[in-house]
């Protein structure tokens, strides 16, 4: 055994990398979601090689001002939280200030940027290579916004780099990621090329009929087609968005989107509500398509679970369970049976 020793800053990022950054698909989700929390309302993504050579978000957001760019890429460094008290309040979709430090760690990374109320003309410019943090920051041609371009992910670490699969793979779970914050966020412009082709192109939706029409582009006709719209409140909990009826369902669970005040999750509690819903109503192993979305006050339900963020905790499990329980079962029974049963896939 060896003396101990603190690790130094670029190995402790490597190692919290494990965590945040397992493939492509996690650096895109990681900083699409700095873009929606730095307000933007179009956010482009680019990536090559099932995001293994190339991954490049635009966003036109906030933008960080020069000084902070290097801060940025530094562990722990976060303009979303300050005290204990944020955390409780949490509405923001980052928060532990890691997710920059461990990409860098681990990649060729450019982050540009332009503040909306810097007096500059120009944007400004630091670039990292899974180094420590010694970036030299320059002046960079750029609008109002942030750029992230991530190259050669794992260059550095072969090992993690073994472990990614196929490009195709790569990018079906980035073209994942996309789908399931777009079904989050109608309100901003979305767009996705691998390899120089649009995959998706979805404008900002307001109204429900422009909100449908996006769901058509990413659920398919057939899923709207067979969809009921919901709306639901009671207790200061709000359940919205669209269950599709017996008629449609899955033989995997695929087609599941569930956000809670804006973040997709996956939660025990809340599939158990939703299985109980459809029990009479479908069987053989089938598995029911939805996008639906959970809107309650941010104090009653704990995001701060685990580092992905896919959990969550309710204050009040039993409240939230029977909601959706009697939501969807209603939902369900209102509409008259005057579909045949017909899968889907
Ligand atoms: P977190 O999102 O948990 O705060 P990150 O490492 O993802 O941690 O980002 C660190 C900080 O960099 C953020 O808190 C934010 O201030 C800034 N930042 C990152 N991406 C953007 C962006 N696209 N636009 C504006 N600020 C950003
Ligand atoms: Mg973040």
């Keep these: 055994m060896r003396r101990i020793a603190l690790l130094s800053q670029r190995l402790a990022n490597q190692i919290a990398a494990g965590e945040v950054v397992e493939r492509p698909a996690s650096v895109v989700k990681e900083v699409l979601e700095n873009s929606l929390d730095a307000g933007a309302s179009r956010v482009d993504v680019e990536v090559e090689q099932g995001g293994t050579k190339l991954i490049r978000i635009r966003d036109n957001g906030v933008g960080i001002y020069r000084d902070d760019l290097a801060l940025a890429l530094s562990r722990h460094a976060t303009s979303k939280i300050v005290d204990l008290n944020d955390l409780e309040q949490i509405n923001s979709l980052g928060f532990r200030g890691e997710a920059l430090a461990s990409i860098s760690s681990v990649s060729r990374l450019t982050l540009t940027s332009r503040r909306s109320d810097a007096e500059d003309e ?11 943090m010694t970036a030299e920051v320059t002046p ?5 916004g942030t750029s992230v371009e991530v190259r050669d992910l794992f260059f550095n670490t072969p090992a993690r780099k073994k472990f990614l699969r196929k490009e195709q793979t790569e990018f079906n779970r980035i073209d994942e990621v996309v789908r399931r914050i777009a079904l989050s966020r109608f309100d901003v412009h979305l767009s996705l090329r691998h390899n120089q082709r649009t995959v998706h192109q979805l404008h ?5 009929q422009e909100k ?7 659920c ?5 087609e067979h969809a009921v719209h919901i709306d639901i409140e009671a207790a200061g909990l709000r359940l919205w968005g669209w269950v599709c009826l017996p008629t449609f369902s899955r033989s995997q669970p695929d087609q599941q989107y569930f956000y809670v005040n804006g973040r997709v999750i996956r939660d025990k509690l809340v599939s158990h ?5 459809y029990r009479d109503v479908l069987y053989g192993g089938r598995h029911p398509a939805f996008v639906l979305y959970l809107e309650l006050d941010p104090a009653l339900v704990d995001v701060n679970v685990h580092p992905t963020k896919h959990e969550v905790r309710f204050r009040d499990q039993r409240l939230v369970h ?4 009697r939501s969807l079962h209603k939902a369900l029974a ?5 579909h045949n049963m017909s899968s889907a896939d």
Aim: aromatic fraction near 8%; proline fraction near 6%; hydrophobic fraction near 50%.
């Design 322 to 325: 029977d909601f959706l329980f």
């Design 212 to 218: 449908q029409r996006r769901i058509g582009l990413l």
């Design 220 to 224: 398919g006709p057939a899923f709207l």
């Design 204 to 208: 900002a939706a307001s109204s429900l």
């Design 273 to 277: 509500a939703i299985k109980q819903a």
């Design 122 to 132: 120009n944007g400004w410019q630091v670039a990292v290579a899974g180094q420590e």
């Design 140 to 144: 960079a041609a750029h609008p109002e």
């Design 334 to 338: 209102d509409v008259r049976p005057d």
